[in-house]
């Protein structure tokens, strides 16, 4: 097991290194860069401004001396300055993954309580009504895009009702303190988080179906079954613990992606996270933030992925990893 | 990082609890003080006696209780230094807390309403009766203070110009590019800056090239602009104009950027005084230029002077991180202090120490919104003030609500059809192409009465704009055909042909993919009208902005659509001298580049207008750009918060509705 992850760690860094040589080089060619964003439109730029602009912000180099340069700081832990944000990229993304977070995982609790439970029922009365309404309303979450459900729910619920804000983190009129302050935050989530979940339940939904529906058929679950086993014990005793081994694995596997923010939801509802930041980013041509906001993704979705195929072999004891 | 995690998790689970009965909102009644900084312990101004400042506060107030007037704005980047801050909201922040040391009125016109009274430059002649130099005189005000108690002198402006001036200054202001005595010699670190340069200058004039090198400049030439080879060698008609003067300009580009990447090479620094900012006494500063720049009084003038003390601590040429460092937390003389960004809301204070008297607003909140949502959240009663994007079903939803005041305010820049005039050589044709744009319908339906058709390429805010000029090339078909004709193309089978080639176009516009812009209808009657006239007419429309500037930059594109934003000088060097750097449509014309220097080179209003009534004929005349519109921003305010009678009168776009915030009262109900 020891073994194992070392060998998944060093596999990682060498994943990284490639990941990011790809970053910096499709970085640098997107088309205009952070200097001509700045110096756009002002009539007394000279090309001397330009020119040296472009040195102070190490963009007069080519692609491949400017990546040696980013990965000899980077390799010290020195990501740079954000250009946009003018603060080390590191403080941002550590103050911001918070916001992005909490949203996130709330959502995710959410859509395990409701999609664990409806997947294994909708599986046990396979093709019932209920079993149909349920994958109606997953696919229908599925495709609805985000922007969209987004724009409904504020017209129903802030323009229409009247009942929540239409957006924001907070009610900035008024300077609300402690409990007060943690009421209105949580207001101004409700429509966010509904369109976190509304819109990942699915997934999730069809997934534990799926592995309840394969379990169902296993022979140990015949063979409860035969030895004349209580309907309910079969499924919550034998069939249950089962389907839970993939879904435990895939619920650690995502958790470190809840950091990384959701860069359309956020925008919509003017939540300073990290996906709204890091498009922000984008748009200005922030190269550290951007190199730096990627390399946290992909140092994410990797940490994930090893933290599912762990999980793989300490929930299910037949698995040995080596 | 785990306790963080857990209690994260229990916050959520109580979140998630608790929603449901939280629908209406009330003011906290008995919240402690936000902050400690915002009441400080405070120096007596100086001089207090004989001034109007005799009847400030001693003290700022605490202002943490009080419910604040609410603005809709965009993404704030949180950078707030006066140094640093690029976006127009960040921007919006730094105006209000810090002060501008020259004020300007309503056409930009410098006056006195800065920290400092506005004096006319004063001009040395030489013995030629040239002006050799022109001195800028800023007189500080008595006893003006900023948010902290300290008094401002001298020394904050020439600390704020000496930021704005140094080596690895990184931000977007461009103050260094006015001719400033010596400004050059202290950012390139070399006493002999104006010497050297000048004899690059004159080497690359008086280079003479090699045979090699005629050559591939002629074949690089000849492929430019799809000529013979030929025409470019030295018996050729073009060779002095083009081949030559491109070898020299060349030569001269490249040797420059060979001496300045040089000096940016070397950090030991040589120079460190500005030789024409000079300190006269305490609240005295004076500037020299070179010659005359009648841009200089926006560059100097329009600076925020900063504190020097908050700012500067450390300050030394070349290492700007200290400042850098205030840019989340700016203080200033401005009318509201700073107090804090957080869950994306920027919050102001009232500053009891502002020049003009201190704001009867106490608070004022920025809350980050999206700009599909600036009307909604007004409506709402989220916030007060916003500015939605100007279209006409915006403008027809806010007359609808009786609750919403708008204003609509010229924006700063007009929107144009250009030709590049290397691509599309012959002006006869230029001149028909332009036969075929019907501007008006397509203005109209774009934007309604939010837009208005202009007859010259200029932001018609401008002083400079000419009032009486009418139209000089409308929609005709017939009269197009005669210009073609008059180029020497012919109709074969239908194609306009000339030397056995189509007439051919292609017009690139930045719609988004999609055709969203208010001059595609405009290209699209090119192409449908030129297609009956027998042209071939190209549209691409780039879903990606940046690859359009790319494009355009590299002169790849024959006619493009795109808009200028203007400044309050109307300059012209930068986009139609035949040496400015945006000069997009090539236009070489040495009148004109003789005017434009002309114009820049006096103070004279009346007669820079007339030049530049001039200069725009002939830009005109060489049918290189078409204007097309000026249009109008809208922003909203809410009634029933906001008395709306104490907003400013007759605003522009220099004067804009918080251009006297001190007076701005909310309404009784508000209170």
Known sequence: MKQFIIRRILLSILILFGVSIILYALIRSMPGDYVTSITAGNPNVTPETILRLKKLYGLDTGIIEGY?????????????????????????????????????????????????????????????????????????????????????????????????????????????KGFRLILDIAKHFVMPI???????????????RGNMLEVLSADYVRTAR??????????????FRNTLIPIV??????????????????????????????????????????????????????????????????VDPRVRLS | MHKKFISLLLVAFLLVGVLAACGQKTPAENNEPTDTNTEQETEKPADTEDNESAERPTEQGDYSNEPALVLGANDFNGVFSPFFATTGYDMDIVEMVHASLIGFDRNSQPDNSGLAEYIEPEEVKGEDGTIEKTIYTFKL?????FSDGTPITADDVIFTYYVLCDPNYTGSSTIYTTPILGVNEYRYDDVDYADKVAKIKEE???????????????????????????????????????????????????????????NLEKSEGHVEEIEGIKKIDDRTVQVTIAGVDPKAIYNLGAIRVAPKHYYGEGF?????????????????????????????????????????????????????????????????????????????????????????HYELIDNLGYGYIGINAERITDKNVRKGIFHLMDRKPAVEAYYGNLASVIERPMSRVSWAYPKDATEVYGFDPDKAMEYFEAAGYKLEDGKLMKDGKQLTIEIGIPADGKGDH??????????????????????????????????????????????????????????????????????????????????????????????????????????????????????????KVIDIDTLPKDMTPYYGYFAEIENLKLTEAAK
């Open chain 1, 194 to 208: 509904m369109v976190f979940v509304v819109t990942g339940i699915g997934g999730l939904m069809r997934y534990s």
């Open chain 1, 249 to 314: 694995t895939m619920i650690g596997g995502s958790i470190p992606g809840l950091f990384t923010g959701a860069v359309i939801t956020e925008g919509i509802f003017a939540i300073d996270g990290l996906g709204s930041t890091g498009l922000l980013a984008m748009r200005q041509g922030d190269i550290p933030f951007i190199m730096a906001f990627n390399i946290f993704i992909a140092v994410m979705t990797l940490l994930g992925t090893l933290i599912s195929d762990i999980l793989y072999a300490v």
């Open chain 2, 141 to 145: 005000k008595e006893g003006l203070v």
């Open chain 2, 316 to 404: 030394k040429k070349g290492d700007l991180s200290m400042v850098e460092a205030k840019s989340g937390e700016p203080m200033g003389a401005g009318p509201y202090r700073f107090h804090s960004f957080e869950n994306n809301v920027v919050t102001l204070v009232a500053n009891d120490f502002f020049y003009k008297g201190a704001p009867h607003v106490k608070k004022i909140k920025y809350q980050v919104t999206n700009t599909a949502n600036k009307l909604e959240g007004v409506k709402l009663g989220e916030f007060d003030i916003s500015d939605p994007s100007a279209s006409m079903e915006t403008l027809a939803q806010v007359e609808a609500e009786e609750d919403i």
């Open chain 1, 226 to 239: 035969a030895k004349g086993l209580s309907e309910n014990k079969v499924i919550y005793k034998h069939a």
């Open chain 2, 518 to 639: 208010p001059s595609y209808p405009i290209v699209l009657g090119v192409k449908n009208e030129g297609e009956k006239l027998g042209m071939a007419v190209n549209i691409v429309d780039y879903a990606d902005g940046n690859k359009f500037f790319d494009d355009l930059d590299a002169g790849k594109l024959d006619i493009w659509c795109a808009a200028w934003q203007a400044t309050p000088d109307p300059d012209m060097y930068q986009t139609y001298h035949s040496q400015g750097p945006s000069n997009h449509y090539k236009i070489k014309d040495s009148e004109l580049d003789q005017l434009i220097i002309d114009a820049r080179s006096t103070n004279d209003m009346e007669a820079r207008k007339e030049m530049y009534a001039k200069a725009l004929d002939i830009v005109m005349d060489w049918a290189v750009e078409m204007p097309v519109y000026q249009r109008k921003n809208m922003y909203i305010f809410n009634k």
């Open chain 2, 204 to 262: 690359a004039d008086n280079y003479e090239p090699t045979e090699e090198e005629i050559e591939k400049k002629a074949e690089q030439l000849a492929e430019a602009y799809g000529m013979d080879k030929a025409d470019f060698m030295p018996d050729g008609p073009y060779y002095e104009d083009y081949n030559l003067a491109g070898i020299r300009q060349d030569k001269y580009n490249a040797d420059i950027t060979a001496y300045i990447q040089s």
């Open chain 1, 68 to 176: 040696i340069k980013w990965l000899g700081q980077a390799l010290r832990g020195n990501f740079g300055e954000s250009f946009i944000f003018k603060r080390p990229v590191t403080e941002i993304i550590s103050s911001k993954m918070w916001i992005s977070f909490s949203l996130a995982f709330t959502a995710f609790v959410i859509q395990i309580i409701i999609a664990v439970p409806l997947g294994i029922i909708s599986a046990t009365k396979q093709y019932s009504k209920l079993d149909y309404f349920v994958t109606i309303f997953a696919l229908f979450g599925i495709s609805l895009p985000s922007f969209f459900f987004a724009a409904v729910l504020q017209r129903i619920f802030a323009i229409g009702l009247g009942i929540l804000p239409l957006q924001g983190m907070v009610t900035a009129r008024y300077d609300y």
